[in-house]
C-alpha cells in the first residue's frame, strides 16, 4: 500500500514538474511569500535552445547546392509581403541590450532595421550571436515585415522593419576597419566640399573625418557609402542614356585603339611608351579614328572608352585618365546640325536621370545639403565667342577674343548666364583659331576664328568639338602650321584622299559631367578609381 502511494506520489510530482507547477509544493523552510530561489530544473529548461539550428556561420559556399531560394533587395521590400522572407545585405550597425537587439542593414544607397527579441522562437543564444557580428559582415536574416509604429530615424526605409527569427553569417568582415562608414558619410558644408585635400585625417567636432586620402587608399570601403552607390548609379545613367539617345538616332558604336603612333591632337601632354622598339603612345582621344570611321561611311559614329592625358594638373577637375564619351556625324550644310544632336542628346539624359535616379540624388544631396539642382532650358542657349567676351567685358572681366578663356574666366561667365538665361547649361562657339587643334575647320568668313564650340555646365566647360577639316591639303597644312610631323598621321591624312565628308562632333569626360550635373566639388567623387599625376593605385 505504502509502495502505491509512493508511486503516486511520485508520478504527481514528475506532472508537476512538467508543467513547471513545483513552485506550489509546500516547504516550510521557504514560505509563500518568500521568493524561492531558481531551480536547478529551470536552469536546464533555459539551457534548451529554441533558436537551434537558426543561427550561425554558412559553409563556404563553393556553388555546391542551387535551392532557388528567394532573397528580397532591400529596394524590393513592401509591407504587401506578407509571408516570411530572406534578405542578404551587410551589417551597417548592431545594437543589443537585454532581451532586444536590432541590426541595421545595408544594400546599395538603402539602409534598413531589423528586430530580435527573446521569445519562444528568439533564444538568448540567437541574440548573443547575432550581437557579435561584425560591421560590413555578410548576412542572411529571416523574418515578418511588420509596419512601425514611428520613421526608423537612422534608416533610409523607415515604415517597416524585419521581425527576425534567423541569421545566419555568409562573410564575417573583421572587426578593424580602415574608417567608419558613418564618419566617411556626414554632411558636408560647401567650404569643405570645395577644399577636400588628401590630409591626414582630422578630429572635426569630436568626431572623425575621413580625409580624401584615407578614402581612396581604401577605396573598396569607401565605395560601400551609399553616397558613392548613388554616384557610380548615376553615372551608369549618363552612359546608359548617351548611348540610348544616340543608337535611336541613327549612330553606329565603335571602339578604337588607345595605342596609336604619334599624338592625337598634337602637343606634349601624352603618355609614352616603347612598343617593341618604336615609340608609340596612349591615345589622347579617339578623335582621329572617329574621323576615319565617317570616311568609311559609318555616317554617324560613337565611343564610350578610357582616354589619357598626361597633364600635371592637381585640380578639382582634371584627371590623367578619364571615361570618354565621343560621337562624330556626317553634316549636310552646317555645324549647327551638331549642335542641334548633341543639345537634344544631353536633354535626354537630364531628364532621365531626374526622373529615374531620383533617390540616389536625394542620397547624394543628403551628404552635401548646400548644392543646387541643376538647372537647364529646353530651348538652347547659344552665344558666340564674340558674345561671351562682350557680355564678360561689360561685367567688368577684361577678356580678349583672340585668347582663349581660363578657369576663372569660364566661371565668370557661368554666373552671367545663369543670371540672364536661367541655365547652368550653354554653348559658346566661333572659337579662335590659336585656342583649336589643328584638325578644326577655319570660318569661311575670317579664318582668325573657327567653326567650333564649347558646351558648359555651372560654369565649367565639358565638351570640346567642332566642324572638322574634311579637305586633306588644307587638314596637311595645318598640321603644319601646328606643329605636328605629318609622318606621324599618315594613315590619318591618306583617309581624306579618297572623297570625305564634311563631319563633325565631340568629345566629353565622363566624370565631369556627373560631377557638374550632380554639382559635386571633386571630379575624384566621380571617377571610381582616379588617376592623377599623385595618385596610381590602387
Known amino acids: 500500500m505504502e509502495s502505491e502511494e509512493f508511486g503516486s506520489s511520485v508520478r504527481l510530482f514528475a506532472s508537476m514538474v512538467k508543467s513547471d507547477q513545483t513552485s506550489k509544493i509546500y516547504n516550510p523552510k521557504h514560505p509563500p511569500h518568500v521568493e524561492r530561489p531558481k531551480a536547478k530544473l529551470t536552469e536546464q529548461a533555459e539551457e534548451v535552445d529554441v533558436s537551434a539550428g537558426n543561427y550561425g556561420t554558412l559553409p563556404l559556399i563553393q556553388s555546391v547546392d542551387y535551392t532557388h531560394k528567394r532573397y528580397f533587395s ?33 544594400d546599395t544607397v538603402h539602409t534598413f532595421q531589423c528586430t530580435m527579441f527573446l521569445s519562444d522562437q528568439v533564444s538568448r543564444n540567437l541574440l548573443k550571436f547575432a550581437s557579435d557580428i561584425t560591421k560590413e559582415s555578410i548576412i542572411d536574416v529571416y523574418g515578418t515585415l511588420k509596419a512601425t509604429s514611428q520613421p526608423v530615424q537612422s534608416c533610409s526605409i523607415n515604415n517597416m522593419e524585419l521581425e527576425t527569427t534567423k541569421v545566419f ?49 581604401n577605396r573598396v570601403i569607401d565605395l560601400r557609402l551609399p553616397t558613392n552607390q548613388a554616384i557610380y548609379r548615376v553615372s551608369s545613367g549618363v552612359c546608359q542614356y548617351f548611348r540610348e539617345f544616340l543608337i535611336q538616332n541613327g549612330f553606329v558604336e565603335i571602339h578604337t585603339p588607345k595605342l596609336i603612333p604619334g599624338t592625337s591632337e598634337g602637343g606634349t601632354e601624352v603618355f609614352k611608351l616603347d612598343y617593341f622598339g618604336r615609340e608609340a603612345c596612349l591615345a589622347q582621344s579617339p578623335q582621329l579614328y572617329k574621323q576615319m570611321a565617317i570616311m568609311g561611311d559609318l555616317d554617324r559614329v560613337f565611343e564610350i572608352g578610357p582616354v589619357f592625358r598626361a597633364e600635371n594638373s592637381n585640380t578639382h577637375r582634371h584627371l590623367c585618365e578619364f571615361v570618354g564619351l565621343d560621337l562624330e556625324m556626317a553634316i549636310k550644310e552646317h555645324y549647327f546640325e551638331v549642335l542641334e544632336m548633341i543639345h537634344g542628346m544631353f536633354i535626354h539624359i537630364f531628364k532621365n536621370i531626374e526622373t529615374h535616379f531620383a533617390t540616389e540624388l536625394q542620397t547624394i544631396y543628403k551628404q552635401f545639403p548646400f548644392i543646387q539642382q541643376f538647372q537647364y532650358t529646353e530651348k538652347p542657349v547659344w552665344l558666340t565667342f564674340h558674345e561671351a567676351v562682350a557680355l ?25 548666364v545663369k ?3 536661367h541655365t547652368d547649361f550653354y554653348v559658346v562657339h566661333r572659337y579662335p583659331q590659336e585656342a583649336r587643334p589643328f584638325y578644326t ?23 570640346s568639338g567642332a566642324q572638322r577639316i574634311h579637305d586633306p591639303a588644307m587638314l596637311r597644312q595645318r598640321a603644319i602650321f601646328k606643329g605636328i610631323d605629318v609622318s606621324t598621321i599618315k594613315d590619318y591624312l591618306d583617309s581624306f584622299k579618297f572623297g570625305a565628308h564634311p563631319h563633325g562632333g565631340c568629345g566629353v569626360g565622363l566624370e565631369r559631367v556627373v560631377m557638374l550635373f550632380v554639382g559635386l566639388k571633386n571630379i575624384r567623387w566621380t571617377s571610381m578609381f582616379p588617376r592623377d599625376p599623385k595618385r596610381i593605385s590602387p
Not at 506578407?82 to 541590426?103: C, D, S
Not at 567685358?393 to 552671367?416: W, Y
Not at 573657327?450 to 565638351?463: A, C, K, L, Q, W
Open 74 to 106: 532591400l529596394s524590393e521590400l513592401s509591407l504587401n509581403v506578407t509571408e516570411p522572407i530572406w534578405i542578404r545585405a551587410r551589417v551597417h550597425n548592431t545594437r543589443f541590450k537585454g532581451k532586444l537587439g536590432f541590426i541595421i542593414l545595408r
Open 169 to 217: 553569417v555568409v562573410s564575417k568582415s573583421q572587426a578593424s576597419l580602415p574608417f567608419q562608414l558613418d564618419d566617411a558619410g556626414q554632411p558636408m558644408t560647401l567650404e569643405q566640399a570645395e577644399n577636400e585635400r588628401d590630409e591626414d585625417q582630422a578630429e572635426e567636432g569630436g568626431r572623425a573625418r575621413v580625409s580624401q586620402k584615407l578614402r581612396l587608399n
Open 392 to 416: 564678360l567685358n561689360e561685367a567688368g572681366n577684361p577678356q580678349s577674343v583672340h585668347a582663349d578663356f581660363n578657369t576663372a574666366t569660364e566661371k565668370q561667365l557661368g554666373a552671367i
Open 419 to 421: 543670371e540672364r538665361y
Open 441 to 463: 575647320m577655319l570660318c569661311a568668313d575670317d579664318p582668325e576664328f573657327t567653326n567650333s564650340y564649347d558646351i558648359f555646365m555651372r560654369g565649367e566647360e565639358i565638351i
